[in-house]
């Protein structure tokens, strides 16, 4: 079945860097991946689209100069967390749509992020 | 806009004991819906979905799902729970024209006591 591997599974840096996070997908080509941010014990809140070729339409409320989406190829997608701060740390968690499914997503298994 | 709801943040059932977990949705059509499972740190897996016809759905591990349109639910069931079922179980909705995007309820906490 379809995969998706998202690196690192987990990472903690200093306030103030940068940390970049991979979604791929390995077996199929995903025009379309979407991440999402989730705060403990709460649901998956969507931060954007990252549409390939073309640039992340971002939801209500999401800083798109804060977390940079780029979705250079039909296989990656990547989230970067610009000057991060300790209200950044969270689980974020891409999925990749499959070819020719309207609704068939398959998850990466999420990245804990942690900001000190 | 389509909301979901999921009214038990926390259920505790033991093994072998069946189990249903209640999620209702709001949107003036028929939306597609969705359940996941999410083991801790891990992304989410689907368990199953529903777009259209049969009303009850059949998905992996064993769990079924009934659309209501009636009750705007979408009600999540397991005739017998194994202590490997403990995780958080989400609901999910999309609608037509949604640019394929899924709105998550808040989630159920599953607790499998042996």
């Known amino acids: 079945g379809a995969v998706v591997s998202q690196h690192p599974s987990r990472v903690i840096c200093k306030s103030g860097t940068s940390v970049k996070i991979e979604c791929r997908s390995l077996?199929?080509?995903?025009?379309?991946m979407f991440w999402y941010r989730q705060f403990p014990k709460k649901s998956l809140m969507l931060m954007a689209t990252s549409n390939e070729g073309s640039k992340a339409t971002y939801e209500q409320g999401v800083e798109k100069d804060k977390f940079l989406i780029n979705h250079a190829s039909l296989t990656l997608s990547t989230l970067t967390v610009t000057s991060a701060h300790p209200e950044d740390s969270s689980f974020y968690i891409c999925s990749a749509r499959e070819p020719g499914a309207s609704y068939g997503y398959t998850f990466g298994s999420g990245t804990r992020l942690t900001v000190v | 806009a389509q909301s979901v709801t999921q009214p038990d943040i926390h259920i505790t059932v033991s093994e072998g004991a069946s189990l249903e977990l209640r999620c209702n949705y709001s949107?003036?059509?028929?939306?597609?819906l969705f359940w996941y499972v999410q083991s801790p740190g891990q992304g989410l897996q689907l368990l199953l979905k529903y777009f259209s016809g049969d009303t009850l759905v059949q998905g992996i591990k064993g769990f079924e799902a009934e659309f209501k349109r009636s009750q705007s639910s979408f009600n999540l069931r397991k005739p017998s729970v194994h202590w490997s079922d403990a995780a958080e179980y989400f609901c999910a909705v999309g609608v037509t024209g949604g640019g394929n995007k899924l709105t998550f309820g808040t989630g159920t906490q599953l607790k499998v006591e042996l």
């Open positions: 949107y003036g059509a028929t939306p597609y």
């Open positions: 077996d199929f080509q995903a025009t379309t």
